[in-house]
């Protein structure tokens, strides 16, 4: 899977950040949830992400 880089909150590739794939899907970077109280399957993960970041993606017309 090839990800291009859409928007994200720093420069280093260490925080959360917003990708497209080239299977016309998104992926997410970000801090790895645990405590949520959901049934999340195994081969899942549950991220979070700043608002911002879906926000300056709409607004810059990346997605």
């Known amino acids: 899977m090839q990800l291009t880089r859409l928007v994200g909150s720093c420069?280093?590739?260490?925080c959360p950040t917003l990708?497209?794939?080239?299977?016309g899907t998104l992926a997410v970077q970000g801090e790895q949830v645990t405590e949520h109280g959901l049934q999340i399957p195994s081969h899942e993960k549950l991220v979070e992400i700043p608002i911002e970041l879906i926000r300056k993606a709409?607004?810059?017309n990346l997605i």
Request: avoid cysteine; charged fraction near 60%; aromatic fraction near 8%.
């Open 19 to 23: 990708y497209l794939t080239d299977r």
């Open 11 to 14: 420069d280093d590739g260490e």
């Open 58 to 60: 709409v607004r810059d």
